[in-house]
Nanobody
Framework: QVQLVESGGGLVQPGGSLRLSCAASGSFFSISVMGWYRQAPGEQRELIATIAGGGNTIYADSVKGRFTISRDNAKRTVYLQMNSLKPEDTAVYYC?????????WGQGTQVTVSS
């Protein structure tokens, strides 16, 4: 199973920026679909963005134009650049790897947007 380790979360003021990173183990990173999800207290986990091995991306409407997902296959790392953060972006953010319908998850990193 793929091991995923997220980093980069923290406390930021509204309007600020953060960049999350997710480092993956394993030999099949370049062909895996990588994604970022988030889960706020009392809410279901929701998809934020995905990026295919070839670079095609999909975003949730709530983050379009503010968040950017990218990947570096040589480093086996996926990133989430988050700009113009809002209090409603507060959640635990999870990295996901999907390969042939097999999902792997990171442990999550907390993002808190508050003044």
């Amino acid at each position: 199973q793929v091991q995923l380790v997220e980093s980069g979360g923290g406390l930021v003021q509204p309007g600020g920026s953060l960049r999350l990173s997710c480092a993956a183990s394993g030999s099949f990173f370049s062909i895996s679909v990588m994604g970022w999800y988030r889960q706020a207290p009392g809410e279901q986990r929701e998809l934020i963005a995905t990026i295919a091995g070839g670079g095609n991306t999909i975003y949730a409407d709530s983050v379009k134009g503010r968040f950017t997902i990218s990947r570096d296959n040589a480093k086996r790392t996926v990133y989430l650049q988050m700009n113009s953060l809002k209090p409603e972006d507060t959640a635990v953010y999870y990295c996901n790897s999907r390969l042939v319908a097999v999902d792997s998850w990171g442990q999550g990193t907390q993002v808190t947007v508050s003044s």
